[in-house]
Nanobody
Framework: QVQLVESGGGLLQAGGSLRLSCAAS????????MGWFRQAPGKQREFVAA????????YYADSVNGRFTISRDNAKNTVLLQMNSLKPEDTAVYYC???????????????WGQGTQVTVSS
């Protein structure tokens, strides 16, 4: 089993940058694909980014491609989401997830963190 804890959320103005971190417990971190999802009020949870077990492959939603970067450090059991050029529409609770497949569907992720709030003002 994997426990995930996100950190790094906050309030900032449009155009700014923020880095989210997800710390994982357990010795099996490298066995999991890692993903970031987000959920805005009144909306469904949506895919943001995913990274393969080795970190060699990354995947992004069209809405964040070119602005966000996902990375992982298997030695430190950590996955990061660097977010640049933030927009008000990026405002959401961001969730870290561990799963079996680098999918855009949350159904393929078995473990979830509690979420961290990101608010971008215009």
């Amino acid at each position: 089993q994997v426990q995930l804890v996100e950190s790094g959320g906050g309030l900032l103005q449009a155009g700014g940058s923020l880095r989210l971190s997800c710390a994982a417990s357990g010795r099996t971190f490298s066995r999991y694909v890692m993903g970031w999802f987000r959920q805005a009020p009144g909306k469904q949870r949506e895919f943001v980014a995913a990274i393969s077990r080795s970190g060699g492959s990354t995947y992004y939603a069209d809405s964040v491609n070119g602005r966000f970067t996902i990375s992982r450090d298997n030695a430190k059991n950590t996955v990061l989401l660097q977010m640049n050029s933030l927009k008000p529409e990026d405002t959401a609770v961001y969730y870290c997830a561990a799963g079996r497949l680098a999918s855009t569907s949350p159904n393929y992720y078995d473990y979830w963190g509690q979420g961290t709030q990101v608010t971008v003002s215009s």
